[in-house]
T-cell receptor
C-alpha cells in the first residue's frame, strides 16, 4: 500500500532563510506527487505538482525516485509562507483518483 | 467561480446519534470526493463519485458511514451511529472530469465533535 511520510510536524525558520519541507513516499508504481497548502482560516489548496516542474510563490519541488522523496524548497522564506503544508501522492486506476496525504508540516516563518 | 460549499460548518453530537453533511461541488465538476481529517493527520479519502456513481469507496466504513449523490450534483455523507473516534473534519472536494490534471478543489470542511 502507498504511504506518504512528512517527518517534521513543526518547522520554524526566520524570514529570508532557506526552507525545506521533507516528504518521502512509498509506492511500487509510477507516482504523481503534489504539495497542498492550507493558510490560516483558508481552504486546502494545491500548491504545485511534480509533473509541472513549476515554481509557485518561489517554491519548487523535485521528484527523486531513487530516494523516493519530493521535498519542498524555497530559498528565501517570507512571513506569508506560514501555513500547513501537506505532501500527497496520487494513484490513478481507471476513473479512481486516490490522493494519499502525509500528516503535514506546520511552517512558521519568524520575523 | 464559486467554490465548493459545505454545511454545516460545525456539528456537535453525542455518541450513537446520527449526523449528515452536505456538499455542493463547483458547477460542472463531475467528480466529487469526501475526506476525513482527524486532528494531527492528513485528509483520508472516504469515497469518490463520478457523476452519481461510486468510483472508490474502499476506505469508507460501510457499517456506519453512507454517502449518496443521487442527481450527480450535491452529495450527502451520513454517519449512523456515530462513535467518539469519528470526531474529525470532513472535507468535500470536486474536480473537472475533462481536465487532465484532475485538480481537486476543496471545501471549507465540517468539523464534527462526538461527545
Amino acid at each position: 500500500a502507498q504511504r506518504v511520510t512528512q517527518p517534521e510536524k513543526l518547522l520554524s525558520v526566520f524570514k529570508g532563510a532557506p526552507v525545506e519541507l521533507k516528504c518521502n513516499y512509498s509506492y511500487s508504481g509510477s507516482p504523481e506527487l503534489f504539495w497542498y497548502v492550507q493558510y490560516s482560516r483558508q481552504r486546502l489548496q494545491l500548491l504545485l505538482r511534480h509533473i509541472s516542474r513549476e515554481s509557485i510563490k518561489g517554491f519548487t519541488a523535485d521528484l527523486n525516485k531513487g530516494e523516493t522523496s519530493f521535498h519542498l524548497k524555497k530559498p528565501f522564506a517570507q512571513e506569508e509562507d506560514s501555513a500547513m503544508y501537506y505532501c500527497a501522492l496520487r494513484i490513478s486506476s481507471g476513473s479512481a483518483r486516490q490522493l494519499t496525504f502525509g500528516s503535514g508540516t506546520q511552517l512558521t516563518v519568524l520575523p | 467561480e464559486a467554490g465548493v460549499a459545505q454545511s454545516p460548518r460545525y456539528k456537535i453530537i453525542e455518541k450513537r446519534q446520527s449526523v449528515a453533511f452536505w456538499c455542493n461541488p463547483i458547477s460542472g465538476h463531475a467528480t466529487l470526493y469526501w475526506y476525513q481529517q482527524i486532528l494531527g493527520q492528513g485528509p483520508k479519502l472516504l469515497i469518490q463519485f463520478q457523476n452519481n456513481g461510486v468510483v472508490d469507496d474502499s476506505q469508507l466504513p460501510k457499517d456506519r458511514f453512507s454517502a449518496e449523490r443521487l442527481k450527480g450534483v450535491d452529495s450527502t455523507l451520513k454517519i449512523q451511529p456515530a462513535k467518539l473516534e469519528d470526531s474529525a473534519v470532513y472535507l468535500c472536494a470536486s474536480s473537472f472530469l475533462g481536465q487532465l490534471t484532475y485538480e481537486q478543489y476543496f471545501g471549507p470542511g465540517t468539523r464534527l465533535t462526538v461527545t
